[in-house]
């Protein structure tokens, strides 16, 4: 190997390893709820710099969806006082807990499905599963369709 490969596999190797250890994680972060009603509580939110999962990250009147970070200091913990005159609601408690056993469950239900072949009719029994599992986010649909050679009916979910 030439040298010049050698150095960009390194810095690949170097660059993928500082990726992974830069993995975000989010312990005793709080997701709350605050409603708020005046201009002077809007301008007191958005000094916080809080990240809004609302409104395109824009806070706003109304209900906004808040990302509150445990307090790194007194003064830290001061200034997100300024929540707690608004009565926020906590959504999730801790949301690194929750993105944790997400990633436990993950894949769990099919665990093993795709690890094998599966006939047409398995597909389509294992599809109409987790749609009846699942019915807040899937619906078995029977047919949308058939293949250009008319012999397969598309189903959806």
């Known amino acids: 190997m030439s040298r010049s490969v050698c150095v960009v596999v390194l810095l690949l190797v170097f660059l993928g390893l500082t990726h992974a250890s830069m993995q975000v994680r989010y312990d005793g972060h709080q997701l709350v709820d605050v409603q708020i009603q005046t201009q002077e509580q809007l301008k007191l939110v958005e000094a916080l710099g809080l990240d809004v999962w609302t409104r395109d990250g824009v806070v ?43 990633h436990n469950t993950a894949g769990k239900d099919a665990a093993g499905f795709f690890d094998d072949f599966h006939d047409f009719e398995e597909i389509v029994a294992e599809t109409r599963r987790l ?25 959806a979910s």
């Open 60 to 102: 706003g009147l109304g209900s906004n969806h808040l990302l509150v970070p445990p307090p790194l200091n007194q003064a830290h913990a001061d200034a997100l006082s300024v929540l707690s005159d608004l009565s926020p609601t906590v959504l999730i408690e801790d949301v690194q807990t929750l993105i944790d056993n997400q």
């Open 131 to 155: 749609a009846n599992q699942y019915p807040s986010i899937a619906t078995f649909v029977p047919s949308i369709g058939s293949s250009i050679q008319g012999r397969v009916n598309i189903f």
